[in-house]
Every structure is written in C-alpha cells, then in structure tokens.
C-alpha cells in the first residue's frame, strides 16, 4: 500500500500562525532561540508574537525594511481581511498543492518592539539585541504577509548583528516593551543584551 497518498498537503505554518489561547509561539526552522525570544515578548505584552526574516532594505530609505517570514503573522498583525493560500515563492519549488496555509494580507501600522536571543556555544553565553521601530503604511509590490518596519539606525543595527554571529530572525511584538525585556534579561538573568 503506498502511504504516500494520505499525506496531507498543508504548510505546518497554518498551525504557527494560529496563536492560541495560551499565545505559545513557535517557529519553523528549528530556531529554539528565536521561539524564547517570542515568548519573551508574549509575556511582556499577554498579546501574539510573530518571527521574521530581516530582509531587503525598503527603496532607498536605509532605516526601512521588508519583514517577512514564510508569511506565519498571528492574525492580530493583519490590518483587514485575511486570505489564507499558498506560499507563492515556495510553492515554486514544492508545489504550490504542498504549501498551503499561509496568512496574506497587509500588516497593520503601528508600533513595535524586537528582540532576540542567541547563544555563543564556544564561550557559553547567552546574547541579545532588543530595540523599537514601527510598522509602517508603506505600500510593498508583493503578496503575503509583509511587514515594511521603520528602524532608527537600521544599518548600524545590521552590521553588530553581522559582526557578532545573530541569526536572520528576529521576533517582533505590537507595541514598545522594550524596558520590560531590558529589566529581565539584565537583571535577573544577567545575559548580555544590547539596546539598539
């Protein structure tokens, strides 16, 4: 019998998208450290997180950005109406039949706060970057899930991450709650944490 025929084709970030009451986040690509930073943000605000790629710089503003992330926005981020369909440029690879399940819709405008959590294994510490931006009206030419962000000193931001080993994704959460993170994480954890 060929097993094949019963998988069910649907993108596993239908159910990351799906926030539950409980607003227990979780990412694809097995980034543990990335999901921690969600949570983080979930508890410092009771409200969804969402993780993104830090992607192209917006036109020719160097303090804008494309945010996205295989399109697994809570559905608190979407200003409007939701679509829920295919992963357009995955579905070009795999099928567009194999990646259903992605939000599509424009995020709504407004504040925001990001964070991250890495760990350097060779010395065995824990590090992060944490700062505020916004969310911005900014029209972007493509379907899904996109989050055009407004960042302060968005390349400098870049160039400490390079330089010091951060993953490409970053957690975001609606609102500034940055000093709540701030107080935890060098306080009581005493990670090392720059504010950007």
């Given at each position: 019998?060929?097993?094949?025929?019963?998988?069910?084709?649907?993108?596993?970030?239908?159910?990351?998208?799906?926030?539950?009451?409980?607003?227990?986040?979780?990412?694809?690509?097995?980034?543990?450290?990335?999901?921690?930073?969600?949570?983080?943000?979930?508890?410092?605000?009771?409200?969804?997180?969402?993780?993104?790629?830090?992607?192209?710089?917006?036109?020719?503003?160097?303090?804008?950005?494309?945010?996205?992330?295989?399109?697994?926005?809570?559905?608190?981020?979407?200003?409007?109406?939701?679509?829920?369909?295919?992963?357009?440029?995955?579905?070009?690879?795999?099928?567009?039949?194999?990646?259903?399940?992605?939000?599509?819709?424009?995020v709504a405008a407004g504040p925001l706060t990001y964070f991250r959590l890495s760990t350097d294994d060779p010395l065995g510490l824990v590090k992060g970057y944490l700062g505020h931006g916004e969310i911005t009206d900014d029209p972007y030419g493509k379907d899904g899930g996109i989050a055009v962000c407004r960042i302060d000193r968005l390349q400098e931001l870049m160039k400490f991450m390079c330089k010091n080993g951060f993953e490409h994704h970053v957690a975001m959460v609606r609102g500034h709650v940055a000093e709540i993170i701030e107080e935890a994480i060098t306080n009581y954890l005493g990670w090392e944490l720059y504010i950007h």
């Amino acid at each position: 019998m060929n097993l094949r025929k019963f998988r069910i084709n649907c993108n596993p970030l239908k159910v990351m998208e799906r926030s539950p009451p409980e607003l227990m986040p979780s990412a694809c690509e097995v980034d543990v450290t990335g999901v921690l930073s969600m949570y983080a943000l979930v508890l410092a605000t009771g409200t969804p997180s969402a993780l993104l790629d830090w992607n192209n710089n917006y036109g020719e503003d160097r303090n804008m950005m494309v945010g996205t992330h295989c399109s697994n926005f809570p559905k608190s981020f979407v200003q409007n109406e939701i679509e829920i369909g295919t992963l357009d440029i995955l579905g070009t690879v795999l099928g567009p039949e194999n990646t259903f399940g992605a939000i599509k819709g424009k995020v709504a405008a407004g504040p925001l706060t990001y964070f991250r959590l890495s760990t350097d294994d060779p010395l065995g510490l824990v590090k992060g970057y944490l700062g505020h931006g916004e969310i911005t009206d900014d029209p972007y030419g493509k379907d899904g899930g996109i989050a055009v962000c407004r960042i302060d000193r968005l390349q400098e931001l870049m160039k400490f991450m390079c330089k010091n080993g951060f993953e490409h994704h970053v957690a975001m959460v609606r609102g500034h709650v940055a000093e709540i993170i701030e107080e935890a994480i060098t306080n009581y954890l005493g990670w090392e944490l720059y504010i950007h």
